[in-house]
């Protein structure tokens, strides 16, 4: 299943884990695994990955941070397909993204030695890169009504979902904010009128899309494999001018 309708749909490079996470979801939609369980597997995979990284095994590393991604991308489709939606599965999916990425990163830094400075400042450009894609994304799937787990605005706790507790999504989405409240504000002030504005055409989501957590681990996987471990963290601080490309080109396209 997709987060959007068929004639909505563009090529997502971040999204390469999807057919085989739907084939997952399809084995376990008559279980009694949740969506919950398939989350916790991702982080299971994601710290395996960077165990790997730490004791220099980078060829794992890649495999488990390729498995991470799938397993992400089948928590969602393991949701929709039991029509299970849920407010605490997609904030403990974030939260758990974004705690993997800061511990992925401090684990760059120290198998590379290099600048912790550095290295927090390329995190936050990588929680930035992902932030835009989610904006635009998100808008789309609002607008064009497909997923509305995801909010273009999260800025109050929403209503519980069947199933789930209103105390827990609560706290959730107090955590979620805490995470990801700096990194949204500032995507909303660089282009705050993109919930308004109509055109997202096709070739310009697939661009922005490099920007997806899916695309973002494929690279850094490849850069481990091929040796290039110390050109990741300048790497992402450079391909963060990318953003403001992408602000202008999606303004350009609105006038």
């Known amino acids: 299943m997709s987060k959007l309708p068929e ?5 997502d490079l971040s999204d390469y884990g999807r057919p085989l996470a739907i ?25 395996i990955a960077i165990g790997c990284l ?14 991470k991604s799938v397993l992400d991308a089948a928590d969602g489709e393991l949701a929709r397909l039991k029509e299970t939606p849920s407010h605490t599965g997609r904030y403990l999916d974030s939260i ?33 890169q ?20 995801s909010r273009v605005f999260e800025n109050k706790s929403p209503k519980a979902l069947k199933g789930e507790s209103q105390q827990t999504v609560n706290i959730m989405f107090k955590v979620y904010s805490f995470c990801y409240g700096f990194f949204d504000k500032i995507i909303y002030r660089l282009d705050k009128n993109a919930a308004k504005d109509k055109r997202f055409p096709n070739w310009f989501m697939t661009a922005v899309s490099s920007f997806g957590l899916g695309f973002q681990l494929l690279l850094i996987g490849l850069m481990l494999t091929f040796g290039w471990q110390h050109y990741i963290i300048p790497f992402f601080i450079a391909y963060s001018i990318m953003i403001l490309v992408f602000i202008i080109t999606r303004q350009f396209l609105n006038r």
């Open 54 to 67: 730490l004791k220099e095994h980078y060829g794992l590393a890649f495999l488990f941070l390729i498995l």
């Open 23 to 47: 084939q997952i979801a399809n084995v376990l939609k008559t279980t009694s695994l949740t969506p919950i369980h398939i989350t916790i597997g991702f982080i299971i995979c994601g710290l």
């Open 130 to 149: 992902g932030t835009l894609y989610n904006y635009y994304y998100v808008i789309l799937r609002n607008r064009y009504h497909g997923d509305t787990t």
């Open 96 to 128: 758990s993204d974004i705690i993997l990425n800061l511990i992925l990163f401090l684990s760059i830094w120290y198998i590379t030695n290099g600048f912790i400075v550095l290295t927090i400042i390329s995190f936050l450009c990588l929680q930035l």
């Open 7 to 11: 004639e909505h749909r563009f090529l």
